[in-house]
């Protein structure tokens, strides 16, 4: 449905607009502090576009996502859009050898982005798999481990991922279960959120942690009376296990990441955004920089970690390091851990809890952090999912725009999960935007709802209806591995709000239209990535970078958008994926 036939769309538009007149000329208008200019990212221009077209594609509906909205033909030249328009306007730039590509009756738009997914994540495709959806309970995830040890040589290594204590049933996993399935191998088990892990007494010994080792910065070892429980709380407690456990090797992580770049482009990805380049270390560059001299057909860019900030300077790379096809725009921190874990940073306690999270960082460990990556001219994109750790990252930009402003910063809070009203007021005034995880809704609502949060918080989660009317911009992503790359299923997300487990759905009132779902994974999910200049809508002078769906998205019935399939993905003017 289209926007401006809605009811409140004329409100949605003036907020909008007000808000995009302050990022583009304003800069942070209200703050104090030396202005510094922001920092222009994708710096190669449009090429002379004179010519004949070499390919014209007609015969469907065509959705810019940009000022001309729907129109009948495109034309592209040289891997960019030479024009769009009627049939006959873009006719004009038929030549003798141009290939007109009829769509019959097929949609055909931007190509969609991922905004925030980790290619680190590709190696768990090797790792034992414990997720839900191959496992339903915590029990039968022991009894895989428990052959897996078996298949093995004393002391060889089980490593697992996937598993995921808020859908499964069963006793919590501790040191001694994974010890009585597992008592001559050492094993690690990662959850699906990436935040918490377990290993049994093996696995400790080898990473030579003990009841006495002090827990790293930002990271934690779960105890019960000065004793190790077996459960760790992010990377940082997990390094030491990470040291000496099989990895794979740079052409085999570089392998399973083209993998992951092709199943993305199969799904209409054409750019990927990493949110955490060096979680596994420096190296996850050289890996990267090797997969996108290959010519690999996703384009790409990323963040990278922030706790490597020391590395990233000795190595010389500022803010938009790179080229077109891949480019480094910002630093990433984590302020908190998992809702879904319970290591979230919450406001109140988690339902049946006396706990409500924690921060990996105190705020003023924060505030300096993210003060240097922005005044070196870095994006800054924050992770923070309880309502508690959205507030202390609030006040952590406010301080550091405050001191030093900068027009058009475009820092970002990655998830953004516990959202509230007066959240996004803060947001639309810092010119800050938030990126929604949301599959948080389909995958976990009814657990959030029902055992986690409450009704009350859970109805926070992910408000998008709210978020745009409060003048946002918005995007969706997968969060990759947590959730598999899928932007149809996104939208699909977004706009109908149903839970997987019985379907009902998590409070309609931030349900949004499909084109402003499409606008997430296409062009607002690009001014967030700051690629805005070169892809996510289909202009002139931008990339050719498109997905054919087999139907319009735009005019079939909204519950249905799940229905929809890819036909072809291309990236930059060549054909990528066809089905």
Request: charge should be negative; aromatic fraction near 6%; glycine fraction near 10%.
């Amino acid at each position: 449905m289209c926007i401006v036939c809605n009811p409140g769309a004329a409100a949605f538009l003036q907020a909008r607009r007000e808000f995009l007149a302050g990022v583009v000329g304003l800069g942070v208008v209200a703050l104090a502090g030396t202005a510094v200019p922001s920092t222009a990212f994708s710096e190669t221009r449009s090429p002379a576009l004179d010519g004949p077209a070499d390919r014209i594609f007609h015969g469907g509906p065509i959705h810019t996502l940009g000022p001309k909205g729907k129109v009948q033909a495109i034309a592209v030249r040289h891997g960019r859009i030479l024009a769009t328009g009627s049939r006959e306007e873009v006719m004009l730039h038929r030549g003798r050898h141009t290939d007109v590509v009829d769509l019959r009756g097929r949609a055909l738009l931007p190509g969609f982005i991922d905004p925030h997914m980790h290619s680190a994540m590709a190696i768990l495709s090797d790792w034992l798999d414990v997720t839900p959806f191959s496992t339903a309970t915590l029990a039968d995830a022991l009894s895989k481990i428990g052959a897996a040890a078996s298949a093995r040589k004393p002391g060889e290594w089980v490593i697992a991922q996937g598993i995921d204590p808020s859908l499964m049933p069963g006793a919590p996993i501790t040191l001694h279960a994974l010890d009585g399935v597992a008592p001559d191998n050492p094993v690690f088990v990662l959850e699906s959120n990436g935040h918490v892990a377990y290993s049994n007494s093996k696995g400790f010994a080898a990473a030579g942690v003990t009841d006495a080792t002090p827990d790293p910065d930002q990271g934690r070892y779960d105890r019960e009376q000065g004793r190790l429980t077996g459960r760790m709380q992010e990377s940082p407690a997990m390094k030491p296990f990470m040291a000496v456990m099989p990895m794979p090797s740079q052409e085999r992580s570089a392998e399973l990441i083209q993998q992951l770049f092709a199943d993305a482009t199969k799904a209409g990805c054409t750019s990927l955004h990493d949110a955490g380049i060096g979680t596994g270390g420096v190296t996850d560059l050289d890996v990267l920089n090797g997969v996108m001299a290959s010519n690999p057909p996703v384009r790409y860019s990323g963040f990278l970690t922030s706790d490597l900030m020391d590395d990233w300077v000795q190595r010389g790379i500022t803010p938009g390091h790179g080229d077109d096809r891949f480019r480094l725009t910002g630093i990433k921190f984590w302020s908190d851990g998992s809702n879904q874990a319970q290591t979230g940073y919450q406001r109140e306690n988690y339902l049946g809890s006396d706990k409500r999270g924690a921060l990996n960082y105190t705020e003023a460990q924060l505030i300096a952090g993210v003060q240097r990556a922005h005044d070196l001219g870095w994006q800054v994109g924050i992770h923070a999912n309880g309502d508690a750790a959205i507030d202390t990252t609030l006040n952590v930009l406010q301080a550091v725009l405050a001191k030093t402003a900068r027009t058009d910063h475009r820092h970002r809070i990655e998830h953004c999960s516990v959202l509230h009203r007066e959240q996004i007021t803060r947001l639309a005034q810092l010119q800050v935007s938030p990126s929604f995880l949301i599959g948080h809704v389909y995958y976990w609502g009814k657990a959030f709802r029902d055992n986690i949060l409450g009704p009350q918080r859970a109805a926070l989660y992910d408000p998008c209806r709210s978020a745009l009317d409060g003048g946002l911009r918005i995007s969706l992503h997968s969060d990759f591995n947590v959730t598999t790359i899928d932007p149809l299923r996104y939208i699909d997300n977004a706009v109908n709000r149903r839970m997987r487990d019985g379907g009902e759905v998590l409070n309609p009132g931030e349900c949004i239209s499909v084109e402003q779902a499409l606008r997430a994974v296409t062009i607002d999910a690009a001014w967030q990535c700051r690629r805005d200049d070169i892809v996510g809508s289909l202009e002139h002078g931008k990339y050719a970078d498109m997905v054919i769906l087999d139907r319009d998205p735009l005019t079939i019935d909204p519950a249905k958008v799940l229905e929809l399939k890819v036909t072809e993905t291309w990236l930059q003017g060549e054909q990528r994926y066809a089905a």
